[in-house]
Each structure stands twice: as C-alpha cells, then as structure tokens.
C-alpha cells in the first residue's frame, strides 16, 4: 500500500511559525531573567556576565550581529542598564551602581596633557601600562561571582 506524502504546504502547517525577537523584545526577555533572579535571591542584581551561547538561547538566535546587540544596548540603557561587550563574554551593570562608583579627573596629569597638545609627550614611559593586565589564556577564566547567569552549563554547546 504506497504511503502518499504531505504536499509542501501541508507540511508547512505542521511547523510553528520562527520568531527572531527584536532589539526591544530582547531586551525584555533578559529583564525578565534578571527579575526572576532577584527574587530568587531578594537582592536586586547591579551586574552580570552574559555568555554568547546562554544569549544565544534566550534570543533565539544563532549568531549576535553588531546592529541588533546595538539595538538591545540601547533598549536596555532605557531601563538602567548598561550592556556592552567585554571581550570573550558580554556584561552588563546597573547604571544606578555606576553613577556610584568613584570619578577622575584630568588635574593630576594637566602637565602632560600640554605636552600631548604640544606634540611632546612621550608615550613610551608610559607603555607597561597597557600590559598592566594579562589576558587569560585558552583553559584560563577570571574566576566570577553569584552574578554569573551566563555561567557555563551542560547544555552549553559552544
């Protein structure tokens, strides 16, 4: 008894319909994350680290191009959130707890500063402090803290 196949269209029917969430529907989905985290642990989170694969999954998405992580950065500083790449993972912070953290100013180095207008400033003194901070190497991590909802998982393909 030959078996008939589905047309093309009747397959189609069988599937959901894909959805990409938008920068503003992204955003929304890791502020409900971070609001089920706090009152997991009934303390407001100021920080996080947000790993590639964990973002991946939360925004459905299989890659994360500059334009739409743009697009969610500036939907999330609309809600006091700070969102920015850093490096091999992305964070965010609070802009609350920035607004409370120490400020610099340029008056210790106005000297200098002349001298840079000038065209004699001499950069190389100063270049070991580029190296102040080595970069882990591949095996290596930072360490982290309770803040980390972009920890590593089993289910972490990447």
């Known amino acids: 008894m030959p078996t008939t196949k589905p047309s093309p269209a009747e ?19 890791l502020l409900r994350l971070f609001e089920l985290r706090d009152g997991a642990r009934n303390k407001p989170m100021t920080r996080a680290r947000l790993t590639p ?7 459905n998405r299989r890659r994360l191009s500059p334009a739409f992580l743009q697009d969610v950065a500036d939907w999330l500083l609309v809600a006091g959130w700070v969102f920015f790449d850093a490096g091999s993972t992305y964070a965010i912070v609070r802009v609350t707890a920035v607004e409370n953290w120490p400020r610099v100013f340029t008056k210790p180095i106005r000297e200098d500063l002349s001298k840079v207008a000038a065209g004699t400033y001499k950069f190389s003194e100063h270049e070991h402090l580029l190296w102040g901070e080595r970069m882990p190497s591949d095996g290596e991590t930072n360490g982290g ?10 289910d972490d393909n990447e």
């Open 11 to 29: 397959a189609k029917a069988d599937f959901p319909a894909l959805h990409l969430p938008d920068g503003r529907q992204a955003a929304l989905l």
């Open 53 to 59: 694969p964990m973002l991946k999954r939360l925004w």
């Open 145 to 154: 803290d309770d803040d980390d909802i972009g920890a590593k998982t089993p």
